[in-house]
């Protein structure tokens, strides 16, 4: 068994720990993948959305949004809670079809990559 230490920080690097609550405060998304335009949808959640984007369009991430090569970004919300985020993934993946373009569309009628505008 390998024991590892803590590495020690110097309190003027700057850094700080952080307690429970500050840990707790995390950034939560749900987001919606398109093949292309009309195309086929994906809904999902996630903490990190740069890089789960980046994951998806990478291939790596097996299932779905790999098989049908949905790669991009064309909507998404932030939430301060997970809670908050998986209930409204799981509202909008109950959704019709049409209401769904109809949310896409309505912050991005083109249909443009939101990924381009993160890096």
């Known amino acids: 068994m390998q024991h590892r230490t803590k590495a020690v920080i110097p309190a003027k690097a700057g850094i700080q720990k952080k307690n429970k609550n500050q840990m ?3 950034n939560y998304y749900i987001y919606i993948l ?3 335009k009309n195309g086929t949808l ?3 959640v996630t903490n990190g959305l740069a890089k789960r984007v980046f994951q998806h369009k990478e291939k790596e991430i097996d299932g779905f949004t790999k098989k049908y090569s949905i790669d991009k970004l064309v909507y998404y919300e932030f939430f301060n809670t997970i809670e908050e985020a998986i209930t409204r993934e799981k509202n909008l993946k109950k959704w019709k079809r049409q209401w769904k373009i ?3 569309e309505k912050d991005n009628p083109g249909w443009k990559d939101l990924f381009d505008d993160m890096l």
């Open 24 to 26: 707790k405060n995390k």
């Open 34 to 36: 398109a093949s292309d």
């Open 42 to 44: 994906y809904i999902g």
């Open 102 to 104: 109809n949310l896409i």
